[in-house]
């Protein structure tokens, strides 16, 4: 199917959520889990990135060793080529320099099975992503499902854990509980069961400690998971996977799940690695050091727009 045929199938709208629930799911775009083969992908350019202060994290980075730009670009073209390895179709974000963190394409805009919504982010100088995004959907014809209009949200504490259960962060810095009880508003009336994980604001986003993987087995760091949330996973028989502190701390367990026990992950994270190679996954390893100094890992530097069952 061609991009033509997606913007026929599913034609552009700003209006799409049904108040009441029981929206219904797209057809060309969307996915129900986070772990189903990856066709489609968002990418955001790093040509116009810059070294900001956007969590403590990047700060720390910024005292200490601020990124080199140029080997941050370079590591990024690496990731690009894994997906292209993996066969995975790539859709851009419109690079501008208004916009020089705008390679953390999955915060400005969340996919779901019925169309995207529009966050809103805590960094003033971030926020025309927000409007960015909604015209690379409009090129795409996806339909955007709604816009967050009470606080802050922003994609990374978006988590879908398996189909209709997701995990919404809520570190207060950057995801306000005003933004995250409105989403999660929304998914209760689709039916969905909900969680909010309250999580400090060193943390960033909830992407950051917990991942999906494959079906029923999940990264974690324990060290730094509230464990009712551990507790919850393994009550819905989760298998857990520890990511180390320090591995998470270097953005260890913000990796990009392909389906069919495919991998993208930081060669930073050497544990996960070796479990999930052990374990029989393809890993696709790349060095993620430089460009992650900036805020944000794998996981954070991509939106997927599409998933198939394998």
Excluded at 24 to 48: C, I, Q, Y
Excluded at 151 to 172: K, Q, S
Excluded at 262 to 283: C, Y
Aim: charged letters at 20%.
């Amino acid at each position: 199917m061609t991009v033509h045929d997606r913007i026929v199938a599913e034609p552009f709208s700003l209006q799409r959520r049904n108040p009441a629930g029981g929206t219904k799911p797209l057809t060309a775009w969307g996915f129900a889990n986070e772990t189903d083969v990856l066709t489609d992908v968002l990418l955001g350019s790093p040509n116009f990135l810059r070294h900001l202060s956007t969590s403590s994290l990047s700060r720390k980075h910024l005292r200490e060793a601020p990124c080199n730009v140029q080997i941050a670009q370079a590591q990024h073209k690496d990731l690009v080529a894994a997906y292209e390895h993996f066969g995975v179709n790539i859709h851009w974000h419109e690079p501008t320099p208004e916009l020089p963190m705008q390679v953390y394409s999955r915060d400005s805009s969340v996919m779901t099975p019925y169309g995207a919504f529009i966050t809103a982010m805590a960094n003033w100088w971030r926020r025309g992503e927000n409007y960015a995004a909604i015209r690379t959907y409009e090129k795409l014809g996806i339909p955007i499902y709604d816009m967050v209009t009470s606080g802050t949200f922003e994609g990374g504490d978006f988590n879908v854990i398996e189909e209709g259960v997701v995990l919404i962060g809520c570190g207060g810095a950057r995801t306000q509980e005003e933004g995250a009880r409105q989403v999660q508003s929304w998914f209760d009336k689709e039916g969905w069961e909900t969680r909010l994980a309250f999580i400090d604001e060193y943390y960033v986003h909830i992407d950051l400690m917990v991942v999906p993987i494959a079906e029923k087995l999940t990264a974690v760091c324990l060290a730094c998971t509230e464990p009712g949330i551990v507790d919850w996973l393994k009550g819905k028989g989760h298998e857990i996977i520890d990511v180390p502190f320090q591995d998470t701390m270097a953005l260890g367990c913000n990796f990009m799940s392909l389906g069919k026990d495919r991998v993208i992950a930081p060669t930073s994270s050497q544990s996960l690695i070796g479990q999930l190679k052990a374990r029989g996954f393809e890993v696709a390893a790349i060095d993620m050091s430089e460009i992650s100094k900036t805020g944000g890992g794998i996981h954070c530097m991509a939106q997927a727009l599409k998933r198939e069952p394998a």
